[in-house]
């Protein structure tokens, strides 16, 4: 039997993650990278060019690294636990060096087209013209997986902030900025308050004579520290969280979180405190936003109302001069290559599982990586990869597509109702739902009750640890021996780092308190374990 050829469309976290799971699953990837490097995102340049991902300078990592690792192969001990992007491209060489993926990918090589072949419903097959050094060439593949993210095409809705073609200063995106030294005594204002727009605000600020965070509704703000100094995603991200999660009010729950974050610093009187719950949109992770606002460095402010030629016009009506406007107004989803194929989808970018379009005949593209977790896109992305890979073999098989559409309408209906409706929030997933949903299409979906009976130490810190992809390597399809070992250390990897002065009497930064709470989970997950029992005999 001839060996499956697939096309890779990009080398970032999700293509690397899509040539690794082609290659386990003995299938023959070629991946296109329109770049000279690995590393989408994660890869920084002084100057990008359009079309390509441009990060800032100083640009961290928002996950920590043990719930970031990819599945089997878990990021150094002594790594930081939030990583710089520097540090993270040292991990992605090192993990495309070890399973030896760089001689798959062709660099500097653009994706012009992919269009179906003519007999395409009954071979399932595509035409992929690229172009490289200004010649093109046309290949046939079996599959295709689309790994080119979502953070290349900027957002920048110019029409919707009157005047601002008067306004004689410098404008600017997110997208454009690499450090704050072009910004000294200059008196900004940052237009978007998501993850980048706070971190460039931050940052300007210590060098800018003033900088004005504009937001239109708030938000809610996180820090990478938790209790105990522990990392946030790896102390909330757990499997017992989520089981009292889904038995709580949600009400109760958002209650919970935002008193916990309003400890910190009371988003009220910051003039952050959104009209929304906290569970009702995407929130913003920043350590320094509400120290720069303390010190008065940054001043939040409302929407835009317009801009003269000097300076902006707020909402509340105050006015302020201002010599630089910095939109943080994200990026649109876009697949260029993909405009000859309108019919593989629609204007909402419906798809199954958010990775395979449900009207193709036959199920050979896939997404991968557009989806937004509540947590780390590796793991989600790998996982996607892995349950594509299967399918591409014919080793798992998709529903109808009667019943795709069925879950795409179901899981829309309810994002409605859970969550502000946008384009990007109707891609929005809860982390561990989602990890478990593509993983039960796959087969590797830890058994909790097999390992409570079995291995009762394994069990315990995959219930009460941090929820990590190596949980999704015990069993199945790609099954990695290093897995248990892997989960169990985890908690030493995230400490290591931290331990660069070794006291003689140094105690462990878990307290006696989390044990207490280990053994009223086990009983929690028993006792439900039994109701289930009870219940199902009836």
Same mark, same amino acid.
């Given at each position: 039997?001839?060996?499956?050829?697939?096309?890779?469309?990009?080398?970032?976290?999700?293509?690397?993650?899509?040539?690794?799971?082609?290659?386990?699953? #003995?299938?023959?990837?070629?991946?296109?990278?329109?770049?000279?490097? $690995?590393?989408?995102?994660?890869?920084?340049?002084?100057?990008?060019?359009?079309?390509?991902?441009?990060?800032?300078?100083?640009?961290?990592?928002?996950?920590?690294?043990?719930?970031?690792?990819?599945?089997?192969?878990?990021?150094?001990?002594?790594?930081?636990?939030?990583?710089?992007?520097?540090?993270?491209?040292?991990?992605?060489?090192?993990?495309?060096?070890?399973?030896?993926?760089?001689?798959?990918?062709?660099?500097?090589?653009?994706?012009?087209?992919?269009?179906?072949? *003519?007999?395409?419903?009954?071979?399932?097959?595509?035409?992929?013209?690229? #172009?490289?050094?200004?010649?093109?060439?046309?290949?046939?593949?079996?599959?295709?997986?689309?790994?080119?993210?979502?953070?290349?095409?900027?957002?920048?809705?110019?029409?919707?902030?009157?005047?601002?073609?008067?306004?004689?200063?410098?404008?600017?995106?997110?997208?454009?900025?690499?450090?704050?030294?072009?910004?000294?005594?200059?008196?900004?204002?940052?237009?978007?308050?998501?993850?980048?727009?706070?971190?460039?605000?931050?940052? $300007?600020?210590?060098?800018?004579?003033?900088?004005?965070?504009?937001?239109?509704?708030?938000?809610?703000?996180?820090?990478?520290?938790?209790?105990?100094?522990?990392?946030?995603?790896?102390?909330?991200?757990?499997?017992?969280?989520?089981?009292?999660?889904?038995?709580? *009010?949600?009400?109760? $729950?958002?209650?919970?979180?935002?008193?916990?974050?309003?400890?910190? %610093?009371?988003?009220?009187?910051?003039?952050?405190? *959104?009209?929304?719950?906290?569970?009702?949109?995407?929130?913003?992770?920043?350590?320094?936003? *509400?120290?720069?606002?303390?010190?008065?460095?940054?001043?939040?402010?409302?929407?835009?109302?317009?801009?003269?030629?000097?300076?902006?016009?707020?909402?509340?009506?105050?006015?302020?001069?201002?010599?630089?406007?910095?939109?943080?107004?994200?990026?649109?989803?876009?697949?260029?290559?993909?405009?000859?194929?309108?019919?593989?989808?629609?204007?909402?970018?419906?798809?199954?599982?958010?990775?395979?379009?449900?009207?193709?005949?036959?199920?050979?593209?896939?997404?991968?990586?557009?989806?937004?977790?509540?947590?780390?896109?590796?793991?989600?992305?790998?996982?996607?990869?892995?349950?594509?890979?299967?399918?591409?073999?014919?080793?798992?098989?998709?529903?109808?597509?009667?019943?795709?559409?069925?879950?795409?309408?179901?899981?829309?209906?309810?994002?409605?109702?859970?969550?502000?409706?946008?384009?990007?929030?109707?891609?929005?997933?809860?982390?561990?739902?989602?990890?478990?949903?593509?993983?039960?299409?796959?087969?590797?979906?830890?058994?909790?009750?097999?390992?409570?009976?079995?291995?009762?130490?394994?069990?315990?810190?995959?219930?009460?640890?941090?929820?990590?992809?190596?949980?999704?390597?015990?069993?199945?399809?790609?099954?990695?021996?290093?897995?248990?070992?892997?989960?169990?250390?985890?908690?030493?990897?995230?400490?290591?780092?931290?331990?660069?002065?070794?006291?003689?009497?140094?105690?462990?930064?878990?307290?006696?308190? %989390?044990?207490?709470?280990?053994?009223?989970?086990?009983?929690?997950?028993?006792?439900?374990?039994?109701?289930?029992?009870?219940?199902?005999?009836?």
């Amino acid at each position: 039997m001839m060996v499956k050829k697939i096309a890779v469309i990009g080398a970032g976290v999700s293509g690397l993650g899509a040539i690794k799971s082609c290659l386990e699953a #003995e299938l023959e990837p070629t991946c296109f990278e329109k770049s000279s490097d $690995i590393g989408g995102l994660w890869k920084y340049e002084e100057i990008p060019e359009n079309g390509r991902l441009g990060i800032y300078k100083s640009l961290t990592c928002n996950t920590s690294k043990e719930m970031t690792a990819f599945s089997d192969y878990p990021i150094p001990d002594h790594y930081p636990n939030y990583m710089h992007n520097s540090k993270m491209m040292e991990y992605l060489r090192m993990y495309a060096k070890h399973f030896g993926l760089m001689k798959h990918i062709q660099f500097q090589t653009k994706v012009c087209t992919v269009r179906k072949r *003519p007999d395409f419903s009954a071979s399932g097959q595509w035409d992929v013209v690229v #172009e490289a050094d200004g010649v093109q060439k046309t290949y046939v593949f079996d599959g295709i997986m689309v790994c080119s993210g979502h953070y290349t095409e900027k957002h920048l809705p110019l029409q919707e902030f009157t005047g601002i073609t008067q306004f004689q200063g410098r404008c600017l995106h997110t997208w454009e900025y690499k450090h704050p030294g072009n910004f000294e005594g200059k008196r900004v204002v940052v237009v978007g308050i998501g993850n980048s727009g706070a971190d460039v605000a931050s940052e $300007i600020s210590r060098v800018a004579e003033q900088v004005f965070l504009s937001t239109r509704r708030g938000a809610w703000i996180w820090n990478r520290v938790w209790d105990n100094g522990n990392p946030m995603d790896a102390s909330l991200f757990t499997r017992y969280n989520r089981a009292v999660q889904k038995i709580s *009010p949600t009400f109760l $729950i958002n209650r919970q979180i935002e008193n916990k974050l309003n400890l910190r %610093f009371n988003h009220a009187n910051y003039g952050l405190k *959104p009209q929304h719950r906290i569970l009702d949109h995407r929130t913003v992770l920043s350590d320094d936003l *509400p120290n720069r606002i303390i010190t008065g460095r940054v001043q939040i402010k409302p929407n835009v109302k317009e801009f003269t030629s000097t300076s902006v016009i707020f909402e509340d009506g105050t006015e302020e001069s201002i010599d630089v406007v910095i939109f943080a107004t994200g990026y649109i989803l876009s697949f260029p290559f993909l405009h000859d194929e309108p019919t593989v989808l629609d204007s909402q970018y419906s798809m199954f599982k958010f990775v395979f379009p449900p009207g193709l005949e036959k199920p050979t593209l896939a997404f991968i990586g557009i989806v937004q977790p509540a947590g780390a896109i590796i793991p989600t992305s790998e996982l996607q990869s892995r349950w594509t890979v299967q399918v591409f073999t014919g080793l798992k098989k998709l529903p109808s597509k009667k019943d795709m559409m069925a879950d795409i309408t179901r899981k829309r209906r309810k994002m409605t109702k859970d969550f502000r409706k946008s384009l990007k929030d109707s891609r929005h997933v809860q982390f561990i739902d989602y990890m478990d949903e593509i993983a039960s299409e796959l087969g590797v979906k830890p058994n909790l009750l097999s390992l409570f009976l079995w291995d009762t130490k394994l069990a315990k810190e995959i219930f009460c640890g941090p929820c990590t992809s190596y949980q999704y390597r015990l069993q199945g399809p790609g099954k990695w021996a290093g897995a248990r070992a892997a989960i169990l250390t985890q908690r030493e990897r995230m400490l290591k780092p931290l331990r660069t002065r070794v006291l003689k009497h140094s105690q462990a930064s878990l307290s006696r308190l %989390f044990w207490v709470k280990s053994i009223c989970i086990v009983f929690f997950f028993f006792v439900s374990m039994l109701a289930v029992v009870h219940i199902t005999s009836r």
